[in-house]
Every structure is written in C-alpha cells, then in structure tokens.
C-alpha cells in the first residue's frame, strides 16, 4: 500500500518544529508501523537526509519505550496496544497519517518524536520502592494477600510507563501513571509502612515536574496501552486524602 | 502541619475543595428545584413559600436574617469552587503549552469537555437569574414580594425563558460529569456501587433539569398563570 505521512520534525529541544510530508510506497500490510518508519528512513539516509528519530526497544509491547501520537490518538488508533504493536493492516492504501510526539511542558521533546520522560523516573523515585530490606526472596505465599487485592495490584503494576496516559490527557496531566504506581505497592502489605509517605512524595513531585491536574476525563484509560483503570485515580485520590490527616 | 499543607498546595486538594464545594452547591440546587415546583399549587402557596424562606430561623433569627447568613454562604462555597477550578485550569493550560495538529477525542463524555465553559455560562446565569428575581433590576415588572407574579411576568417573555432553559441544560452537562467526577475525586469507588455512578447520576441530573424547566415551559404554555 502507499500512504502519505505528516511527520513531526524537530531538530532539538530548544528549536521549533514542524511538520514534513513523507510518501511511503510499496508497504506491505503485514508490516508494523515501526517496520513502516524504518522503510522510510531507509530512503532518507540513501538521499542523505536525517532520519526520522523515534525511541523504541522491546518492540513487543513491554518496555514502554516508544510512543507517538498517531492520527491524535497515543500508540494509534487500536485500544490495548502500543505503538510497536500496531500493524499496517489498520490503515488503508492512500490514506495520510500525521504522527506527532507526545506533548506536555514536563516531557519535552529530544528530538523529532522522541520525548524526555525523566519526570516519570522522578515520580517513582519520589516513593515508588519499599524501602525495607527484607533479605532474599520469600517463599510463595508466606504472606497470605486476598486475591482480589493481589489482583489489582497486578492490574496496576502493568503499568509500563510509556507516558501515553500524560500526552492523551486535555490536562496532560499523569495522573494514571501516578496512581498506577502508589496503588501496586499500596494495595500490598509490603507496601503499608510506605503508604501515606509515598502518595504524598509522588503527588507532590508530579506536580514539581509541570504536570496538568486531572478532571476525569478518562481519555488516559482509553489511551494506556495496558488498559490502567481511572479506578486507581479515585483509590490515589482517598490515599491522598487520608495522607493530608497523618 | 506539612502534611495539611501539601493538600492545600496540590491540585488534588483543590478538587477535593471543587468537590465538597460542588456536592454543597448541588445540595442546595436539590432544595432551589423542589421549592420552585411549589409554583404548581398556585400564587399563594408559592407566596407563602417565598415569604416562609425569610422567616426561617424564626423566633431565633428577625425576619431575614436565616436567607442573608444562607446567602452569605452560598457565595463562599461558589467563590471557593472557582478558585479552586481557576487554580487547576491555570496548572494544566501550563501543562501543555504546544497543542496537537490533530485530535481524537478520548474522553469518557462529552460533559466532561463542558465543565470549563458551562462553569462560566453558570457563572453569568447566577448574576442574570439574581437581577432578575431577587433584585429584580433586570425585571420589566418587579414587585417586591410577589414572588409568583413576577415570576409568572417575568417567563412570559420567550427570550427570557429560552436563557433559562439553555442555563439549565449547561446546569445538567456540569452536574452529571461533576458528580461522577467528585465520586472520584473522593474515591467514593466501591466496587459494588461503582457501575452505578453513572447512571445514578444521570438519573438525578434528568431529575433535576427537568424539574427546572417545567416552571418555564409550563408558563409559555399557560398552564402556569396569573389568577
Ligand atoms: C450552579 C451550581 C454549581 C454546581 C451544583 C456545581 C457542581 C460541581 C460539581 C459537583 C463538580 C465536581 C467536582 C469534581 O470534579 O470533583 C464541579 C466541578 C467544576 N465546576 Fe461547578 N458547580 C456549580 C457552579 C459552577 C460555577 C459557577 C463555576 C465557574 C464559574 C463552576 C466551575 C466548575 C469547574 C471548572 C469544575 C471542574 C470541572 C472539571 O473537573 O474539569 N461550577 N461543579
Ligand atoms: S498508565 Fe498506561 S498509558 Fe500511563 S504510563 Fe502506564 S502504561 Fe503508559
Ligand atoms: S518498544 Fe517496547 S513497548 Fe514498544
């Protein structure tokens, strides 16, 4: 298939962007978007332009490295995947896709549609560990944890911090993230002594770094590759709340 | 003494401010809505509805006195609400200087998107709506005391009644995000109840729209009249 692309082009974080036409021929639909992007390059360095920059890793959908707003959804129009694990199959031939960097004042942009998601470390340094030093692993199951909370902190870890909560958000705000990441080690025994000390650190952080403020619009839900309910947001709010009085 | 200051400093403790504001502020349109349906059993019942709500307080309070320390309150609980939505506005509008080029709208609903706006709609619908029954400057045949004729006057006019109507609509957009939403924000969140926030709210937002609305339409359609 051959389709169009409006690329986001930017040289560095203190230069102005813009967007650039690219056309992709001869694209097989069994192609990834990233197998797409790479075809693409291709031919710019044979002309001897630079490349299109985008960060990627895993690409399998576990690492949470890459992230482009695709057509103005994060990750593209598929729900539950990330950008590495969209295909061309999606698209039609001839149609013209405009792909953007993830946008919010506290992830600026590198450089094209890479972003600095360093402000996301700084939550989790700001509180999301536990801190006791508990030797080596226990066995399995030496404390017993209800099976609905251990199954919601494993809804929370899955959380992969690829950011596409902050850059779905009208507020950009990373509030998903946040309470994805007080909520797994908060739902835990492990995580009690922590607890309160913890959402006040993270909040308090993300908030440093230039994040927005959440008004539940829910778009961070429809947006997270891993499908992180508002759920946490709410449960991260009580937290909150119940900190403000310890 | 730290740990009430960063609620106060963060955007969380403002929409716990903007929550418990607004769960006041729909309180208070619950008992308004009610009042005004007392309309329906003629002038005066509803003259003496109106006159009652200065005499609440009664023999505590003199003649007016209960509706000066309501009205005082009301206007904290508002100016804290926005004060409370300004702040957060400001922190994201500065959250994201460099907007897409193009847009999908993820959001949950469409109200969400309204709340800023139709917070201002509210806003000018307060001051008009003030003018127009309680001081009555923006009223062509204001009567002070007969609440029910100059009610009855005053959504004759099809201008008038239309401005309320829409208000109230803007009122329903911003009561059914916002109470879902101050159930979130104050994780009011069982997992038994949770999947009836919705609805629920719905439910109370109809409930209420058209309770209001009923006072003008049934005036246009002469149901509602002068005896
Ligand atoms: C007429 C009475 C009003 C009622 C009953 C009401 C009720 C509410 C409620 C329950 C919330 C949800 C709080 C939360 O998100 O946790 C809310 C949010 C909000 N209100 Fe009001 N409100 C009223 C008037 C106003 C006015 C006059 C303004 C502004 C001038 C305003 C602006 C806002 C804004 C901006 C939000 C936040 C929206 C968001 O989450 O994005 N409201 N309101
Ligand atoms: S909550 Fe979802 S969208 Fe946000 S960082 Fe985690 S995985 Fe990405
Ligand atoms: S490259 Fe690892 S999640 Fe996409």
């Given at each position: 298939m051959n389709l169009i692309l409006q690329v986001w082009r930017q040289d560095g974080p203190d230069?102005?962007?813009r967007f650039v036409r690219y056309e992709a021929n001869n694209i097989s639909d069994h192609a990834s978007f990233f197998e797409m992007l790479d075809i693409v390059n291709e031919q710019l360095v044979e002309k001897g332009e630079q490349q299109i920059h985008f960060s990627h890793d895993c690409r399998e959908g576990i690492c949470g490295t890459c992230g482009m707003v695709i057509n103005g959804t994060p990750h593209g129009p598929d729900p539950g995947i990330t950008t590495c694990q969209l295909h061309m199959r999606r698209f039609k031939d001839g149609d013209?896709?405009?792909?953007?960097?993830f946008r919010a004042t506290a992830m600026p942009v590198i450089k094209d549609?890479?972003?600095?998601?360093?402000?996301?470390?700084?939550?989790?340094?700001?509180?999301?560990?536990?801190?006791?030093?508990t030797g080596n692993a226990q066995d399995a199951n030496a404390i017993p944890i209800p099976k609905r909370d251990s199954d919601l902190a494993m809804d929370a870890a899955a959380c992969i911090g690829c950011g596409a909560c902050v850059a779905a958000c009208p507020n950009a705000s990373a509030m998903l993230f946040t309470s994805a990441k007080v909520s797994h080690l908060g739902l835990l025994p492990q995580g009690q002594p922590e607890r309160f000390e913890r959402v006040?650190?993270?909040?308090e952080t993300m908030e440093d770094k230039g994040f927005g403020n959440c008004t539940n619009h829910g778009s961070c839900q429809n947006a997270c590759p891993k499908e992180i309910s508002v759920d946490f947001i709410a449960r991260l709010n009580g937290d909150f709340l119940k900190a403000g009085f310890k | 003494m730290r740990s009430v200051f960063s609620l106060y400093r963060s955007s969380v403790g403002k929409k716990i401010v903007m929550a418990i504001s607004g769960i006041f502020l729909f309180l208070w349109i619950v008992g308004h809505m009610l009042g005004n349906l007392k309309v329906f059993f003629g002038q005066e019942a509803f003259d003496h509805y109106a006159h009652g709500l200065k005499e609440l307080g009664d023999p505590f309070l003199l003649h007016g006195q209960f509706l000066w320390i309501i009205r005082f309150v009301m206007l904290a609980i508002i100016v804290l609400h926005m004060w409370s939505a300004l702040s957060v506005y400001l922190q994201s509008r500065a959250a994201r200087r460099l907007g897409y080029r193009k847009t999908d709208d993820l959001t949950f609903t469409y109200a969400s998107r309204t709340m800023r706006w139709g917070g201002v709609i509210l806003l000018v619908y307060?001051?008009?709506h003030l003018l127009h029954f309680t001081v009555g400057s923006a009223h062509p045949q204001f009567v002070p005391g007969a609440a029910y004729a100059n009610l009855v006057i005053g959504f004759r006019n099809w201008w008038v009644s239309g401005f309320y109507i829409v208000a109230m609509l803007a009122l329903g957009l911003h009561l059914y995000h916002g109470l879902w939403s101050a159930c979130q924000t104050l994780n009011f969140n069982n997992p038994m109840l949770r999947d009836l926030r919705r609805p629920v709210a719905l439910l109370i937002t109809l409930f209420?729209?058209?309770g209001f609305c009923s006072v003008p339409i049934s005036v246009l359609a002469g149901i509602v009249t002068l005896p």
């Open positions: 230069t102005k962007g013209e896709i405009w792909v953007e960097p549609l890479v972003v600095d998601r360093s402000a996301l470390d700084c939550i989790i340094q700001a509180g999301g560990y536990i801190s006791a030093n006040r650190g993270m909040v | 307060i001051v008009y209420i729209v058209l």
